[in-house]
């Protein structure tokens, strides 16, 4: 399990991550992490081909649905039903004001079996640009094949309390004070540690961190941030919206 080379050349935009995050015919996507996740997965809901699930094992705004026809609760029958015509369905357990109620690893993991792709937000980072995961974090479906970190540009070269969800956590994992600045080396090692969004990654699965909003200023720190990476991980960065 685990990476394949890095290689960032240029900052992709959104229509192109399926492509550049290396995905195949046959993909469980589990996303954590901070910045990014949920236009992440309606992304993919779009780029990716065939019957294509999207769907959260914890909770998620109910605001946003990107125009995806929305299931309940529905059966396997249901839900076969709706991505008949390959097009992606959002599947939500319940709703509650305005947060939806995520679904169970093991229904992740039955609809992989009558899908061709489920894609899954798999933690919460209360709209921050980077997390680090609490004692049950993430909610990875062991049936994931692709494990997916994503971490905003808004972070880069802040003070991790300002930041950054659980500071004490993203400090702890980084090796330093939660009033340090967050340096490229610093995030490195929360991308990829076993207690950062590395944690619970599931065997065989492969690991891409996914880098968010980035424009034209950002490019000298993503480039240290891939040196420390050292080709452990594959990563794309995501180009911010005027400079794709």
């Given at each position: 399990?685990?990476g394949?080379?890095?290689?960032?050349?240029?900052?992709v935009?959104?229509?192109?991550?399926a492509g550049?995050l290396?995905l195949?015919?046959?993909?469980?996507?589990?996303?954590?992490?901070?910045?990014?996740k949920t236009?992440a997965?309606?992304?993919?809901?779009r780029?990716l081909?065939g019957?294509?699930v999207?769907?959260?094992t914890?909770?998620m705004g109910?605001?946003?649905?990107?125009?995806?026809?929305?299931?309940i609760?529905?059966?396997?029958?249901?839900?076969?039903a709706?991505?008949a015509?390959?097009?992606?369905?959002l599947?939500?357990?319940?709703?509650?004001?305005?947060?939806?109620?995520?679904?169970?690893?093991?229904?992740?993991n039955r609809?992989?079996?009558?899908?061709?792709?489920?894609?899954?937000?798999?933690d919460?980072?209360?709209?921050?640009?980077?997390?680090?995961?609490?004692?049950?974090e993430?909610?990875?479906?062991?049936?994931?094949?692709?494990l997916?970190?994503?971490?905003?540009?808004?972070?880069?070269?802040?003070?991790?309390?300002?930041?950054?969800?659980?500071?004490l956590?993203?400090?702890a994992?980084?090796?330093c004070?939660?009033?340090q600045?967050?340096t490229?080396?610093?995030?490195a090692?929360v991308?990829?540690?076993?207690r950062?969004l590395?944690?619970?990654l599931?065997?065989?699965?492969?690991?891409?961190?996914?880098v968010s909003?980035?424009?034209?200023?950002d490019?000298?720190?993503?480039?240290d941030?891939v040196?420390?990476?050292?080709?452990?991980?594959?990563?794309?960065?995501v180009?911010?919206?005027?400079?794709?």
């Amino acid at each position: 399990a685990g990476g394949s080379t890095a290689s960032v050349n240029e900052p992709v935009a959104v229509e192109d991550l399926a492509g550049a995050l290396r995905l195949g015919d046959h993909e469980l996507v589990s996303l954590v992490g901070g910045g990014g996740k949920t236009t992440a997965l309606f992304a993919l809901g779009r780029q990716l081909a065939g019957r294509v699930v999207l769907t959260t094992t914890t909770k998620m705004g109910s605001e946003r649905t990107d125009g995806v026809p929305l299931l309940i609760d529905p059966s396997d029958g249901e839900l076969s039903a709706a991505t008949a015509q390959d097009q992606p369905a959002l599947v939500w357990r319940s709703v509650s004001g305005h947060k939806a109620v995520g679904v169970d690893r093991k229904s992740c993991n039955r609809w992989f079996a009558l899908v061709d792709h489920v894609v899954v937000e798999a933690d919460g980072a209360r709209r921050r640009p980077l997390t680090a995961p609490g004692p049950f974090e993430p909610v990875v479906p062991s049936g994931t094949t692709a494990l997916i970190a994503c971490v905003g540009s808004s972070a880069f070269t802040r003070v991790i309390a300002d930041r950054c969800h659980r500071p004490l956590r993203v400090a702890a994992v980084a090796g330093c004070s939660p009033y340090q600045r967050l340096t490229p080396e610093r995030l490195a090692r929360v991308l990829l540690s076993d207690r950062g969004l590395r944690k619970d990654l599931p065997e065989g699965a492969r690991f891409s961190i996914l880098v968010s909003d980035v424009a034209e200023s950002d490019r000298p720190y993503l480039g240290d941030l891939v040196e420390a990476i050292d080709g452990r991980a594959h990563v794309v960065a995501v180009a911010h919206e005027r400079d794709a």
